[in-house]
């Protein structure tokens, strides 16, 4: 997250929904606090169902992995917070929750939570009874490629590919109506073409999901923006 006034300690916000987030340690709060801390951030969590406002003294929102969906004021204190322009938002979506209140919000900017997860079909090493073996299935964990554009933000690591961890969750930008809220978007992070995102993905079905081109979005996909 890019914050203004460097030379004093900054103070991030996690909302209290990420907090119930997936014991994934890559989108845990102890996890982000970790690596803020070395930045001279302050990471705090607020509950902004108990608060009038998003706290002055916050330089960002940051909200990680929701396990349940933003309520109505949660969305409301959000949004009087991006209006005010007081700070910054980031958002790590939970592929495996559908949270639609936040999608639509976040729909309003021109970037739209697809509500899926990126897969593939392939071979993956897997280990069984202590051997390593090729197996033959579905693949959700992607690869995420980095475009040459999005060295102003990503500097060093623009054009790189990189392998991440757990589900992902597909994005779409509709340029006309981020331009119309004022917001300039950059794809961050892509898919290759053979995924796709499966919209009725259930982790309990022990068959393997195909790609419904009716239903599901074809790729490649962008992944972050």
């Known amino acids: 997250v890019s914050i203004s006034h460097p030379e004093a300690a900054r103070s991030l916000k996690t909302s209290s929904t990420s907090s119930r987030v997936s014991p994934n340690p890559s989108?845990?709060?102890?996890?982000?606090?970790?690596?803020?801390?070395?930045?001279?951030?302050?990471?705090?969590?607020?509950?902004?169902?108990?608060?009038?406002?998003?706290?002055?003294?916050?330089?960002?929102?940051?909200?990680?992995?929701?396990?349940?969906?933003?309520?109505?004021?949660?969305?409301?204190?959000?949004?009087?917070?991006?209006?005010?322009?007081?700070?910054?938002?980031?958002?790590?979506?939970?592929?495996?929750?559908k949270t639609p209140r936040l999608a639509e919000w976040l729909s309003s900017f021109g970037v739209t939570p697809l509500q899926d997860v990126v897969m593939r079909t392939g071979t993956m090493l897997a280990v069984e009874r202590g051997q390593p073996t090729l197996k033959t299935g579905m693949v959700t964990t992607a690869v995420g490629i980095v475009p040459a554009q999005a060295k102003g933000i990503l500097k060093e690591i623009a054009g790189i590919d990189m392998q991440l961890s757990g589900v992902s969750q597909s994005i779409g930008v509709d340029a006309a109506k981020a331009g119309a809220a004022h917001v300039q978007t950059t794809q961050l992070l892509s898919t290759p073409a053979e995924y796709w995102g499966e919209t009725e993905y259930d982790s309990r079905d022990p068959q393997t999901p195909t790609n419904d081109s009716a239903k599901d979005h074809k790729g490649p996909l962008t992944i972050a923006v």
């Open 27 to 97: 989108i845990s709060p102890l996890f982000v606090k970790t690596f803020v801390d070395r930045q001279n951030i302050k990471l705090d969590s607020v509950d902004l169902n108990n608060v009038d406002a998003v706290p002055a003294d916050a330089s960002a929102i940051v909200i990680l992995g929701p396990k349940a969906d933003l309520s109505e004021r949660e969305i409301k204190l959000l949004s009087d917070y991006w209006s005010e322009g007081n700070g910054r938002l980031f958002v790590m979506l939970n592929a495996a929750m």
